[in-house]
C-alpha cells in the first residue's frame, strides 16, 4: 500500500488565532480521518512579540536566527517557526528558510488563513499550494483606513495597503483557493482562473451543536466572539438590544460569550443605555458550556461590520437558532433571509432591533427558522458535507502535479 500524501496545514500562530486556528482544527480533524492524506500543523509568526522570531527591537535574537518550537493546541502537537523582522507585518508574509526547507518535506501545502498575504511563505516551493482564506486586509481592517491622520495610525494604514498589494499578488503562487462566502468567490475569480477558486466553508459539528427546546421557549439572546475587536461591533449590539428593550419588557437577557469581554468603553456605554444589569459576559466557557447556551437562546444576533463565514452562525443554526445578522459579507452565504433568520444592513441598529423583535415577536415564526436553520447546516454546512470539498480538491492537485 502506498503512503499517504502529506499535507502541510500553515496557519499563522495556532494558539492565538480564533476563527482560522478553528478552520485549521477542522481540516487537521478531515484530513485524518481519510486513508489517503496526512496532515502537520505549522505555525507562523503574527505579531510583533513573536517568541521565536528574529526581532528588531530584542538584539539577543539577531544572532540565534529563526526559532523552531514544538507545542502543543488542543492536545494536538505543532511547530511554531518565528520570522525575520516580526515588528514588520510585511517580514512576517516572507519565506524563510527554515521554514522552506520543512515545506518541501511535504506533498501539498495548505495555507489557512484571514487573507491571502500568507501565501507569500510557499514562494519558493514547486509543490502543490492550495489557500483557505476568509477575507481581505482591506476589508478585515477597513477601520484602520478609516482612521485618523496621525503617525502610528499612517504607519498601520501604510502596511494595510502594502498588505492589499501581496493579498493579491500572493495568489500567483496558489493552484486552488477556497473560500467561505460568494463575494470572495467572486473576487477572486478576477485574479486567478474561476475554476480554481473554490466554495468550500469549514464545517460545523452537528453532533455537538444538536436544537434543544424551541427558540420561543428559549430564555436569553445569545451573541458569541471577541468582543474587544472593533470588527465585531458589540458597540452597535448594544444600541439594537437597548431600543429592543424600550419596545417590550418581556425581552430576554443578553449573553456574550468569548475569548474576549468587550472594552470598557463599550460597557461604559452599556451602563449608559441602562442595558448593563440586563447583560452577561462568560469568558472562554467550554465547548460543552457553549453548546448549552446555544440550543437554550431564543434567537443568535451578530452585530459584526465584516465577517469572513461566520463560523458562529452554522453552529447557531445547527443548534436550531434563528439568526439575525448584519449583511457583512459571510452571514449573506450562510443566513437564508426571512428562512433562517434576518439579515440587515451594516451599522443599522434600528434594523438590528426591529429584526430582533420581529423574530421574537412571532414564536411560530421563530421556531420554524430554527427548524430550517438545522436542516442547512447539515445539508450544507456539516464536517461530512464540507469536508469532502477540500479532500477531492488534495486528490485532483496531486494527480496534476503528477501527470
Not at 239 to 246: D, I, K, T
Request: proline fraction near 6%; charge should be negative; glycine fraction near 8%.
Amino acid at each position: 500500500m502506498n503512503r499517504p500524501n502529506r499535507i502541510a496545514l500553515v496557519v499563522h500562530d495556532l494558539a492565538k488565532s480564533a476563527g482560522v486556528g478553528t478552520v485549521a482544527r477542522f481540516l487537521h480533524d478531515v484530513i485524518g480521518q481519510s486513508d489517503w492524506f496526512e496532515a502537520d500543523l505549522i505555525s507562523l509568526a503574527h505579531g510583533s512579540d513573536d517568541r521565536a522570531s528574529v526581532r528588531l527591537r530584542n538584539p539577543a535574537t539577531w544572532t540565534r536566527g529563526v526559532q523552531v518550537q514544538t507545542e502543543t493546541n488542543d492536545g494536538v502537537a505543532y511547530e511554531h517557526v518565528g520570522a525575520v523582522g516580526a515588528e514588520i507585518e510585511y517580514c512576517r508574509y516572507q519565506p524563510r528558510s527554515v521554514l522552506t526547507e520543512r515545506l518541501r518535506g511535504y506533498d501539498l501545502v495548505q495555507i489557512v488563513a484571514g487573507t491571502p498575504a500568507w501565501a507569500h511563505v510557499t514562494r519558493p516551493l514547486d509543490i502543490p499550494v492550495a489557500l483557505q482564506v476568509a477575507t481581505l486586509a482591506r476589508e478585515e481592517r477597513s477601520w484602520v483606513l478609516d482612521g485618523r491622520w496621525r503617525p502610528k495610525a499612517l504607519w498601520r494604514q501604510a502596511m494595510v495597503r502594502l498588505t492589499d498589494r501581496l493579498d493579491h499578488s500572493a495568489l500567483r503562487h496558489v493552484d486552488a483557493a477556497f473560500v467561505e462566502n460568494q463575494w470572495m468567490h467572486d473576487h477572486l475569480a478576477a485574479y486567478m482562473p474561476p475554476e480554481d477558486v473554490i466554495f468550500a466553508p469549514p464545517g460545523v459539528d452537528t453532533e455537538q451543536f444538536m436544537p434543544g427546546p424551541p427558540p420561543s421557549e428559549g430564555d436569553h439572546i445569545l451573541s458569541v466572539g471577541r468582543f474587544e475587536d472593533p470588527r465585531k461591533n458589540v458597540t452597535l449590539l448594544f444600541e439594537a438590544y437597548a431600543a429592543l428593550r424600550n419596545q417590550s419588557e418581556s425581552v430576554p437577557h443578553l449573553v456574550l460569550a468569548g475569548r474576549t469581554a468587550p472594552t470598557d468603553a463599550a460597557w461604559a456605554q452599556a451602563e449608559a443605555l441602562g442595558i448593563r444589569d440586563a447583560v452577561t459576559f462568560g469568558a472562554d466557557v467550554s465547548m460543552d458550556e457553549l453548546a448549552r447556551l446555544y440550543r437554550t437562546a431564543a434567537l443568535y444576533v451578530v452585530p459584526s461590520d465584516e465577517e469572513g463565514l461566520g463560523l458562529t452562525i452554522l453552529e447557531a443554526m445547527a443548534s436550531g437558532r434563528p439568526v439575525v445578522s448584519t449583511a457583512c459579507g459571510g452571514p449573506s452565504t450562510t443566513v437564508l433571509d426571512g428562512e433562517t433568520g434576518r439579515l440587515v444592513p451594516v451599522g443599522d441598529a434600528e434594523a438590528l432591533a426591529g429584526a430582533m423583535a420581529d423574530v421574537i415577536g412571532d414564536p411560530e415564526r421563530a421556531d420554524a427558522m430554527g427548524r430550517r436553520g438545522r436542516e442547512r447546516a447539515e445539508e450544507h454546512f456539516s464536517m461530512e458535507a464540507t469536508g469532502q470539498r477540500f479532500l477531492d480538491t488534495y486528490a485532483q492537485l496531486l494527480d496534476d502535479s503528477s501527470s
